[in-house]
């Protein structure tokens, strides 16, 4: 059928209409892209030309958002790059080594070693049938001033014969030991060189949960010395961990694995806030929980270490509890923060004081008493002799006490210690630990383990060992260091004194007495 004029007309009309309509729905959708996808505009104006005429495509200039976010990353990495350059000059390689020295029974293989074995095989036995086996440990520490001193964890440390000490620049020396603290696990050593590098100090009260923090160390061996790890704060407060007696751990996701302990924690500002210490793990290696202590603990600890030899803290003579939801109920409380005294030891300062069973302590010095840890903390970390102001809730009633703290019984030197116990028995012993405990295989036990025998002793010809555990002397129950020298002072010489012993045989406890007469 022939299309008349008016139809012809018709279509150019619809024409002309769908080409404006395509035109304004062309432009909505640019409009759309450039206000959604504003950062990757430029990069659309890439000519067809210039892409073909070099064989790839061009690469646009970034907008000046994707520049401001492009600069803040290479600022943050700055960071990193200028914090590890800072902390890794005064964070060093730790290794010990400590002797174990056993009675081998006779084996045909000797003489065959006597004869064919390497020179250091032969010179393991000596004639009385004593074999040497070198135990080494790896740790980390922090130099902490100019002339040498280094602050590690007293893990890394404890009962070794020899410490030696490696520098970031590769240099080797020997280190003394200065002192060493169990309750806390800290430990100070000492090198001698001078103008070393040495760690800026933080203030490990000021922490917040979320911060960015930096862990550098030694994880798993030498080879791998000064390796830097990320993370942030996780916790703060830690505490019941099963690590040490006076626990307030920063917990951190920086990975921290064996070899770490002793190293440094620091913040982006380069300043050290803790002394890495441990991780939890089922593997042994790093599942993204680690603990550092506090660099204000630790720092005061080691200030001590330094001047003393051992560590001293105030001694108030109570076991306090923390308090539940039942316990706030039941004693009509406002809330569960505070410390609940369970028990308070006669003639101590609280008992001098007026401290009651029962008393709720709210406050020390002004300061606010979150549970039964914090309050042992604000005690320890006071001095013997120094007053101290607790606000306590007793029958409902807010009342104020002041007692004068005393010197903690077990916070003797232990090199007095160990001198006291040589001269007498030729023995030294120890509390039993949870860690000792697992050690010797003595859980659920109560006794001093026996940690160093002398072997010209007369308790070594008797059989007495290291890694036994003496429950009683001469008679009398012994469950600490303070009740052992509360016994073996009123000992003289010539007197012979009774110990009952727990041995190790397999897997069996089995008890062993030994006389042993104290030499003139």
């Known amino acids: 059928m022939a299309m008349t004029k008016r139809n012809i007309t018709l279509l150019i009309l619809v024409g002309i209409l769908g080409v404006i309509a395509g035109l304004i729905i062309s432009a909505n959708f640019n409009l759309i892209f450039n206000g959604f996808a504003s950062n990757e505009s430029s990069a659309a104006k890439v000519s067809y030309s210039e892409h073909r005429e070099s064989g790839t495509p061009a690469i646009a200039e970034p907008s000046e958002n994707q520049l401001t976010s492009t600069d803040a ?32 029974l006779f084996s045909p293989w000797d003489e065959f070693f006597e004869f064919f074995g390497e020179p250091d095989q032969r010179r393991r036995r000596d004639d009385s049938g004593e074999r040497e086996f070198r135990q080494e440990g790896l740790g980390s520490g922090v130099i902490v001033s100019a002339d040498g001193y280094i602050l590690t964890n007293n893990h890394v440390v404890q009962e070794a014969d020899e410490i030696r000490v490696i520098t970031a620049d590769k240099k080797e020396y020997v280190a003394k030991l200065v002192g060493r603290d169990e309750k806390t696990d800290v430990a100070v050593v000492k090198i001698d060189a001078k103008n070393l590098p040495y760690a800026r100090m933080g203030d490990s009260d000021k922490i917040k949960v979320g911060q960015i923090v930096m862990a550098i160390g030694n994880p798993f061996s030498q080879q791998l010395q000064l390796t830097v790890t990320d993370g942030i704060i996780s916790a703060k407060g830690r505490s019941n961990i099963g690590i040490s007696s006076y626990e307030d751990f920063i917990q951190t996701t920086a990975a921290i694995n064996p070899g770490n302990s002793g190293g440094a924690l620091v913040n982006l500002r380069g300043e050290l806030i803790g002394i890495n210490t441990a991780i939890i793990s089922r593997s042994g290696g790093f599942n993204g929980i680690g603990f550092a202590i506090p660099i204000n603990m630790a720092r005061r600890v080691m200030e001590i270490l330094i001047d003393k030899g051992y560590v001293v803290r105030g001694y108030l003579g109570v076991t ?107 023995i030294k012993v120890a509390n039993l630990t949870r860690e000792r405990a697992r050690q010797y295989g003595f859980e659920n036990e109560e006794g001093v383990v026996i940690i160093e025998v002398n072997q010209g002793s007369m308790a070594y010809r008797k059989g007495v060992r290291e890694g036994d555990l003496i429950t009683s002397v001469n008679r009398q129950p012994v469950t600490s260091i303070r009740e052992y020298e509360e016994i073996m002072d009123q000992v003289k010489p010539g007197d012979v004194v009774v110990l009952r012993l727990k041995k190790k045989v397999g897997n069996t406890l089995t008890n062993f007495y030994v006389t042993i007469r104290v030499p003139k």
Do not use: C, H
């Open 320 to 426: 306090p509890q923390a308090i539940d939801e039942d316990m706030t109920q039941a004693l009509g409380l406002e809330s569960s923060e505070g410390a609940l005294i369970a028990s308070v030891e006669p003639g101590t300062p609280a008992d001098k004081a007026g401290l009651k069973e029962q008393d709720v302590v709210l406050e020390v010095d002004g300061r606010k008493i979150i549970d039964d840890n914090d309050f042992r903390l604000r005690i320890a970390e006071r001095n013997p002799g120094d007053k101290v102001r607790l606000k306590i809730l007793r029958d409902g009633k807010i009342r104020e006490i002041v007692a004068t703290l005393a010197e903690r019984p077990d916070d003797r030197p232990p090199k007095q210690l160990a001198a006291k116990e040589s001269e007498k028995l030729g």
């Open 73 to 104: 990353l290479v600022q943050l990495e700055q960071a990193y790059i200028q914090v590890a350059e800072a902390v890794k000059p005064w964070v060093v390689t730790i290794t010990s080594a400590k002797i174990i020295r056993y009675r081998q």
